[in-house]
């Protein structure tokens, strides 16, 4: 089968059901599992998966503007309620990762010869469904 | 927003016609006191994904006559000093490089390059 060759311009994200994609430079979805591995008598291995982690980290540019629809804005207000998920929709190639993230308060300022930019890695509150 | 209405806004921002006269084009024949946009190179990156934004890069040539080397370079300085000065905040400053010697048909000018750069959303 041909292989498919993908960049970053076949991703979409969506925060809180509005689109990001403007702002957002870099989107990367990662779900770890914690297995445990146990050494059977008889020479043999078993495994187990124990836990899951999901996270989702993104570098975006920082669109301060005195509206509050500016992505910026709108995590500094949704940080005020850290522990209220916000969902998101990660889109590659038409496959559809949807979820919740926690809000994170973004950064502000960066280097004076340089656009401003801030990265995060948000905590997932489950694995993502794909559909 | 185009490409050209950037490139037309920069130069807008960029007029001082008490200092110079400001090309929003590559001008056929660089003149003395002139600032001239003109794209960098690359001239347009990527920046985000789904491809919705991205960077557009600029060189702006900053020319001056080239008589003795004190005058020419104050003029210069006195030059990249105000376009520091106009730059709009929505265009980032990169670099400004040290002045070269540029031939027009018989006369000379003495050139710096600003580069500068504009995140642009389709």
Redesign the interface.
């Known amino acids: 089968m041909a292989t498919t060759i993908l960049n ?6 969506t925060i809180n059901a509005i689109a990001r ?7 990367v979805l990662t779900v770890e599992l914690t297995r445990n591995a146990y050494n059977l008598i008889g020479g043999t291995k078993a495994f187990k998966v124990v836990d899951n982690n999901a996270t989702l980290a993104i570098e975006a ?1 920082q669109d301060w503007t005195s509206g509050t629809s500016d992505f910026m804005d709108a995590l500094w207000l949704a940080s005020a309620t850290p522990d209220t998920s916000i969902p998101f929709v990660l889109t590659c190639n038409s496959q559809t990762f949807s979820g919740s993230i926690f809000p994170e308060y973004p950064t502000v300022g960066g280097s004076g ?3 401003l930019t801030w990265s995060v890695t948000f905590q997932c509150a489950a694995v993502p469904t794909k559909a | 927003m185009s490409f050209a209405s950037v490139r037309t806004s920069l130069a807008t921002a960029l007029t001082d016609n008490t200092k110079w006269q400001t090309f929003a084009y590559p001008a056929d024949a660089p003149t003395s006191n002139s600032v001239i946009i003109t794209p960098g190179s690359p001239w347009v990156e990527p920046l985000t994904i789904s491809n919705k934004s991205v960077r557009v890069n600029y060189r702006i040539k900053v020319c001056v006559n080239t008589a003795d080397n004190q005058g020419e370079l104050t003029k210069l300085e006195d030059n990249i000093t105000r376009l520091i000065e106009l730059m709009p905040s929505w265009a980032v400053l990169k670099s400004v490089s040290a002045p070269q010697e540029l031939q027009v048909g018989t006369a000379y000018l003495t050139v710096s390059d600003i580069d500068v750069e504009v995140a642009v959303s389709f």
Do not use: C, H
Request: charged share 10%; aromatic share 0%; glycine share 12%.
């Open positions: 970053g311009g076949t991703l979409t994200l994609s403007e702002q957002i430079t870099s989107a540019m010869n340089d656009a």
